[in-house]
């Protein structure tokens, strides 16, 4: 992203890219520092320059550790991530050698975050950044001594990459267009058909990565599905229902997001419902 850069979707922003150039020089789980977390240290266009890195969405700064230059930040409000998720950002910056970060301090997407830099343990001018997609900011020690967030992602499933220019390091990056969201999000989408009664947790909200699909139901009869957070809904073979926004979780399974909440439509072990 580049600075002033915003990115808002039916009210909801886009989690952006906060780096306007991207050399990564250490990515997740990779050998030296980042041992079993989702983490990559980014530099800049050019080696041993402190570049600026902007609020990839409105932020408030919840802790500090500014030995480091470290800060962690939380979304203001719910934001779309590259994986199609809609949930709180939690994310960690860190090497920030002019930090000034103030815990409360709110920063609106698009401004200045920080600048790369080397305070704390650091091999060269880069930002750590870490992110977990969730409100959730417990922070602790792995096996490997590194610390991690619980709901880690790696950030190919968390940030937008327009207007970011890829200097190196792979992914499965995603831009704006790959995730699609419009007014008529709820009509002209796939129609799915449940091949089995299933009870599910299906839920309005946005936390469908904890939803699982809990048993099926032999019986045959039908039953009312429910609404709401976390409701346990019952789908009898046969039912139909329109679906939109296929979502792939971290455990293989996949999700369809419905006007009652997400849907479980595959797992590891069998199909559950067939598109039409």
């Not at 930040?73 to 939690?90: I, L, M």
Request: contains cysteine.
């Amino acid at each position: 992203m580049r600075a002033n850069q915003k990115s808002v979707r039916n009210g909801v922003e886009d989690f952006l890219c906060p780096f306007t150039d991207m050399y990564i020089t250490q990515g997740s789980n990779g050998g030296y520092s980042h041992q079993g977390i989702m983490a990559n240290d980014v530099r800049g266009k050019e080696a041993g320059i402190r570049y600026p890195y902007y609020a990839p969405c409105t932020c408030k700064c919840v802790q500090t550790v500014p030995s480091y230059g470290q800060a962690m930040w939380q979304s203001t409000a719910p934001v779309r991530f590259a994986n199609g998720r809609v949930d709180y950002a939690t994310f960690v910056t860190a090497h920030d050698d002019s930090f000034d970060v103030k815990v409360g301090q709110v920063v609106p997407q698009g401004v200045q975050l920080g600048n790369m830099g080397t305070k704390g343990q650091a091999t060269g001018v880069h930002c750590h950044i870490q992110v977990s997609q969730s409100k959730d900011t417990s922070w602790y020690k792995n096996k490997y001594g590194n610390n991690q967030f619980n709901n880690e992602y790696d950030l190919d499933d968390c940030y937008f990459l327009d207007d970011t220019n890829i200097l190196s390091g792979t992914g499965n990056w995603k831009y704006l267009k790959d995730v699609p969201v419009g007014p008529d999000v709820n009509t002209d989408k796939a129609i799915y058909q449940t091949n089995y009664n299933m009870r599910v947790r299906s839920g309005a909200g946005t936390n469908y990565a904890s939803l699982r699909v809990k048993d099926l139901t032999p019986d045959g009869k039908r039953h009312a599905t429910s609404k709401g957070e976390n409701a346990e809904a019952i789908y009898q073979k046969g039912t139909l229902f329109t679906a939109y926004q296929e979502i792939k979780n971290q455990d293989g399974s996949l999700w369809a997001k419905s006007p009652s909440g997400y849907i479980c439509i595959q797992d590891s072990n069998m199909t559950y419902c067939t598109k039409q």
